[in-house]
């Protein structure tokens, strides 16, 4: 006999059990069809649960090896989510799956059945599929974040031990498998955007993508296991993190965390400032500035898929090339043409823009009667002069938004309004996040410093864990 420790909550220690000898381990990390596979030692298998109800849930057991008086290695599978029927009584959650393993690495159906507690609520396991292991999350554990030390440079962000987060009624709780980093990342970490106060201790990032571990009451479309990207108000650069369960959309096939984490921050912000708020309408013109950043990027390849002229400015010949290849009708220099000169008579529907400054008066100088000039940043000076006869005569609309700020409910709305509009065109392949670089979340000051020096095209992301 030998001792084992459940795990649910922390190891706690359990009874004894006796198994048979097993058969010589089978090699091989695959899946095999039907309802068994090999597993390596510490791996993390997924079961699908049938309830009484019918429905279907998978969970998370870990394989662990352990060996008996005669040393004859066996393999005993724990649950370590929580049971699909809570009304069933919270102990069953932790209750034991076993099965010696000479019968194979996971119960089939019909076999190696669950313990007491799963089959008074009256559930099956109807299937398995392995994964490689993670660590069950525990509240009680602290996580590693990085957070502002102070409003400054990059060197401010410290990466350190914080207390794990528990989700409240309509959250989740999504382990963090990568983070986009944002120039309100930086703005905040400067204590320079709008609303943000003492900023100190503050874990900034506003987009991630992860694997929900934990629901709180009233999220019901999601359950441990699900793949997620998300939009935050804060809390990204970190292992774990809360968040709205209505702010969380599926990550799209085919998309690596990486590439579902540059997503929301920016998908949120084009949909809003240049669908919604901008109108811009199939066969009318955007010009969008700073085009190889993560919003033009973005805004290029919504407004190019969706039937619309695109025109961009970036600050180098590289940057114009890969603005053309995503989509863009016109892609100017800023540093060697003036890009009202370049579009004048072309005529513009939609401005995108994120510099203000001396922009603002060209910008309304090219716009087409009805046009729209949109705001999301002024990073050249909010300040600016115009004509208000001439936008009544022409009858344009100066506009603008900052999405951080904005309501829990605003922003589920709009969560909606992106996955019924946008999800479908990144399903088909018709908008990509273009990764420039990747860092370590420890590394969260070099990958600021990249992004205020400009030289990036696309998105910069923290890969968590590694």
Same mark, same amino acid.
């Given at each position: 006999?030998?001792?084992?420790?459940?795990?649910?909550?922390?190891?706690?220690?359990?009874p004894?059990?006796?198994?048979?000898?097993?058969?010589p381990?089978?090699?091989?990390?695959?899946?095999?069809?039907?309802?068994?596979?090999?597993?390596?030692d510490?791996?993390?298998?997924?079961?699908?649960?049938?309830?009484?109800?019918?429905?279907?849930?998978?969970?998370?057991?870990?394989?662990?090896?352990?060996?008996?008086?005669?040393?004859?290695?066996?393999?005993?599978?724990?649950?370590v989510?929580?049971?699909?029927?809570?009304?069933?009584?919270?102990?069953?959650?932790?209750?034991?799956?076993?099965?010696?393993?000479?019968?194979?690495?996971?119960?089939?159906?019909g076999?190696?059945?669950?313990?007491?507690?799963?089959?008074a609520?009256?559930?099956?396991?109807?299937?398995?599929?392995?994964?490689?292991?993670?660590?069950?999350?525990?509240?009680?554990?602290?996580?590693?974040?990085?957070?502002?030390?102070?409003?400054?440079?990059?060197?401010?962000?410290?990466?350190?031990?914080?207390?794990?987060?528990?989700?409240?009624?309509?959250?989740?709780?999504?382990?963090?498998?990568?983070?986009?980093?944002?120039r309100?990342?930086?703005?905040?970490?400067?204590?320079?955007?709008?609303?943000?106060?003492?900023?100190?201790?503050?874990?900034?990032?506003?987009?991630?993508?992860?694997?929900?571990?934990?629901?709180?009451?009233?999220?019901?479309?999601?359950?441990?296991?699900?793949?997620?990207? *998300?939009?935050?108000?804060?809390?990204?650069?970190?292992?774990?993190?809360v968040?709205?369960?209505?702010?969380?959309?599926?990550?799209?096939?085919?998309?690596?965390?990486?590439e579902?984490?540059?997503?929301?921050?920016?998908?949120?912000?084009v949909?809003?400032?240049?669908?919604?708020?901008?109108?811009l309408?199939p066969?009318?013109?955007?010009?969008?500035?700073?085009?190889?950043?993560?919003?033009?990027?973005?805004?290029?390849?919504?407004?190019?898929a969706?039937?619309?002229?695109?025109?961009?400015?970036?600050?180098?010949?590289?940057?114009?090339?890969?603005?053309?290849?995503?989509?863009?009708?016109?892609?100017?220099?800023?540093?060697?043409?003036?890009?009202?000169?370049?579009?004048?008579?072309?005529?513009?529907?939609?401005?995108?823009?994120?510099?203000?400054?001396?922009?603002?008066a060209?910008?309304?100088?090219?716009?087409?009667?009805?046009?729209?000039?949109?705001?999301?940043?002024?990073?050249?000076? *909010? *300040?600016?002069?115009?004509?208000?006869?001439?936008?009544?005569?022409?009858?344009?609309?100066?506009?603008?938004?900052?999405?951080?700020?904005?309501?829990?409910?605003?922003?589920?709305?709009? *969560?909606?309004?992106?996955?019924?509009?946008?999800?479908?065109?990144?399903?088909?392949?018709?908008?990509r996040?273009?990764?420039?670089?990747?860092?370590?979340?420890?590394?969260?000051?070099?990958?600021?410093?990249?992004?205020?020096?400009?030289?990036?095209?696309?998105?910069?992301?923290?890969?968590?864990?590694?």
């Open positions: 006999m030998d001792r084992f420790h459940r795990l649910h909550a922390g190891r706690q220690r359990g004894r059990y006796v198994e048979q000898p097993a058969a381990r089978r090699p091989g990390p695959g899946v095999r069809r039907g309802h068994s596979l090999a597993t390596g510490d791996d993390e298998i997924e079961y699908r649960f049938r309830a009484a109800d019918g429905s279907y849930r998978w969970f998370l057991g870990q394989a662990r090896p352990w060996r008996d008086a005669q040393g004859a290695p066996h393999h005993l599978v724990w649950h989510h929580r049971h699909p029927r809570p009304e069933a009584g919270s102990r069953a959650t932790a209750k034991l799956l076993r099965r010696p393993r000479s019968q194979g690495d996971v119960p089939q159906p076999a190696g059945a669950p313990s007491a507690g799963f089959a609520a009256g559930c099956q396991v109807t299937a398995a599929r392995r994964r490689p292991y993670r660590a069950p999350y525990s509240s009680a554990l602290p996580m590693k974040a990085i957070t502002i030390r102070q409003a400054g440079g990059p060197d401010v962000l410290q990466l350190g031990d914080a207390p794990t987060p528990r989700p409240a009624a309509g959250q989740v709780l999504v382990r963090v498998q990568a983070a986009g980093v944002n309100p990342d930086v703005l905040l970490r400067q204590g320079k955007y709008a609303g943000s106060g003492d900023v100190a201790g503050t874990v900034p990032g506003l987009e991630i993508a992860g694997v929900v571990v934990a629901c709180g009451p009233g999220a019901p479309r999601w359950q441990p296991g699900d793949a997620v990207c *998300a939009l935050l108000a804060s809390g990204g650069y970190a292992e774990y993190a968040v709205d369960a209505r702010h969380c959309l599926p990550v799209p096939a085919g998309l690596s965390p990486v579902a984490a540059a997503l929301p921050e920016t998908v949120f912000t949909w809003h400032n240049v669908f919604q708020r901008g109108a309408q066969g009318e013109t955007l010009l969008v500035h700073g085009g190889s950043s993560g919003i033009g990027t973005t805004a290029i390849q919504l407004a190019h969706l039937g619309s002229r695109v025109a961009t400015t970036a600050g180098s010949a590289a940057k114009c090339a890969a603005c053309r290849e995503l989509g863009a009708d016109w892609a100017i220099n800023y540093k060697t043409e003036d890009f009202e000169e370049v579009l004048k008579g072309a005529g513009v529907d939609v401005v995108l823009d994120m510099v203000g400054g001396d922009y603002i060209k910008n309304l100088r090219l716009l087409n009667d009805d046009g729209r000039l949109v705001f999301i940043n002024a990073m050249q000076g *909010a *300040a600016g002069a115009f004509n208000a006869l001439e936008l009544m005569q022409r009858r344009l609309t100066i506009t603008g938004s900052t999405l951080r700020p904005r309501s829990a409910d605003f922003k589920a709305v709009l *969560a909606t309004a992106v996955e019924q509009h946008v999800w479908p065109l990144v399903a088909a392949g018709k908008l996040p273009l990764i420039h670089q990747t860092f370590p979340l420890a590394e969260a000051a070099a990958a600021h410093r990249l992004l205020e020096s400009s030289a990036h095209i696309g998105k910069i992301v923290l890969e968590v864990g590694k």
